[in-house]
């Protein structure tokens, strides 16, 4: 399971604390959305800044999708083309 997490209220006047829990949640902006694992660690986050967000449980897991890095992918492509050129 996880949850779903909303920015909805601007953080400009919060305590430095809370803005950094805010980040800390991977919203920077007001409507960012982030699907999260659903631990105590951040259920605590979300309690502490509940009146700046919304939460909502969702029953799918969040996805990780890690990028590979740029030298990584420019070597690929580098070698995806030398194989098509032969």
Request: proline share 3%; no cysteine; glycine share 6%.
């Amino acid at each position: 399971m996880g949850i779903k997490v909303t920015l909805v209220k601007s953080f400009s006047g919060a305590q430095e604390r809370q803005k950094q829990t805010v980040f800390g949640l991977g919203l920077f902006k007001m409507n960012d959305s982030k699907l999260l694992k659903d631990t105590p660690q951040i259920r605590g986050m979300i309690f502490a800044v509940k009146h700046l967000i919304t939460a909502v449980d969702v029953k799918e897991e969040p996805k990780v999708a890690r990028r590979k890095p740029r030298h990584i992918r420019v070597r690929d492509a580098a070698r995806a083309k030398a194989t098509q050129a032969k």
